[in-house]
């Protein structure tokens, strides 16, 4: 459940559509990125190059702007039926001196029996930590900066119809720059608040069965992870994690859409705060701050319902519910955490169903957050 640098950015529509999901990959989320979104646009040659100016703004950056650029290409024969590939490069600065360097990449074999995706990447960059635990308080929440190097690898092959199976090995090198003075990271009794490097490899399993995968309405997507931090592999904490993410899909009609989703995570052993699960954020319960509650164990469930209005536009209602725990026997007995919200939809591209979403969450504690990005939530 690593945290993406600039997840929370209410980016100008330009951007989200071109960026927004690319600078990361996190565990248990649906491994489709806007770089899928920008190959529906590019001509249907192998080989297609383009670059692209980026700017945002967040009360945590100020103004950020960058440049970023995206090759595409197919394996195999020229007009081929494979999915495209995509290498990417950006680079954003911002005037709190932030800066982001990222080469996130998507390979497809030509038959499309193999996957290969990941990221390299260097950030400097600031979060929110609210503590540790299912009932964190608003009040508690601080700034601390980090840079941090990464490197994504997973490798998956075809192994059933719609069935993959792969490798993933991730890493990291937190470098925590700044904690608030007086503030809970500051002791550094926390794990990870001195930094450190989170050096882990697992298995994944991928069934992959939805009719769309920029908007299902019918069909399932499964990902079951089993993976582990271990200073063998040169990191400094030992963990282990276990996650499921479940998603379906039912409709009579495509313009009316019920969407349900469910997570589990479990942990042991001593992980760094930056990779523990987490509630929040655009995709985990809207309504929330990304992080807002975090813990070694996890469950959530989220349901969304879809409608087309008129034209371009559509609008949909959700609700989600989950908690975190520090043990798995104590996970379903916490208090429940609650979001609701609705928003709007502009179809970007007829033919891939692909939306620009601008969503307002509320949470239980009257937290109102609102979203703007590319692409439904899961």
Request: net charge positive; proline share 5%; glycine share 12%.
């Amino acid at each position: 459940m690593a945290r993406c640098p600039a997840s929370n950015n209410l980016l100008f529509p330009l951007a989200v559509l071109l960026l927004s999901v690319t600078t990361c990959v996190p565990v248990a989320a649906q491994n489709t990125s806007a770089a899928d979104t920008l190959a529906t646009a590019l001509p249907k040659r192998n080989n297609s190059l383009i670059a692209i100016p980026i700017a945002y703004y967040t009360p945590e950056t100020r103004l950020a702007a960058g440049v970023a650029g995206m090759y595409t290409f197919r394996f195999g024969e020229p007009g081929g039926a494979g999915r495209p590939s995509q290498v990417q490069l950006g680079f954003a600065y911002t005037q709190e001196k932030q800066l982001l360097f990222y080469l996130p990449f998507q390979l497809f074999s030509g038959d499309d029996n193999w996957q290969v995706s990941g990221e390299l990447g260097y950030y400097r960059y600031v979060y929110q930590f609210f503590g540790i635990g299912n009932e964190t308080r608003i009040e508690d929440k601080e700034n601390y900066d980090v840079n941090f190097p990464r490197i994504r690898l997973n490798v998956l092959r075809l192994v059933a119809p719609r069935h993959y199976l792969g490798i993933r090995y991730w890493w990291d090198d937190y470098q925590m720059v700044r904690t608030a003075e007086g503030g809970l990271l500051a002791p550094g009794n926390i794990t990870g608040s001195t930094g450190g490097v989170v050096s882990g490899a697992g298995t994944i399993w991928n069934y992959e069965g939805r009719d769309n995968i920029f908007y299902p309405t019918k069909g399932y997507w499964t990902e079951v992870e089993l993976f582990a931090g271990n200073k063998a592999l040169g990191s400094d904490f030992n963990f282990n994690r276990f996650s499921f993410d479940a998603a379906g899909y039912f409709s009579k009609s495509p313009r009316h859409v019920v969407a349900l989703h469910a997570g589990l995570v479990f942990m042991s052993g001593d992980p760094p705060f930056q990779q523990l699960a987490f509630i929040g954020g655009p995709r985990r319960m809207r309504g929330y701050f990304e992080g807002r509650l975090r813990d070694k164990n996890l469950w959530m469930l989220q349901a969304e319902y879809r409608t087309q209005l008129s034209g371009r536009f559509g609008a949909v209602a959700f609700a989600g519910m989950g908690a975190v725990a520090p043990r798995a026997g104590s996970l379903f007995s916490q208090k429940l955490n609650a979001a609701f919200g609705g928003g709007i939809r502009f179809r970007l591209s007829k033919k891939e169903y692909i939306n620009l979403r601008l969503d307002v969450g509320i949470n239980t504690q009257g937290e109102v957050f609102p979203y703007l990005t590319v692409r439904e939530a899961f």
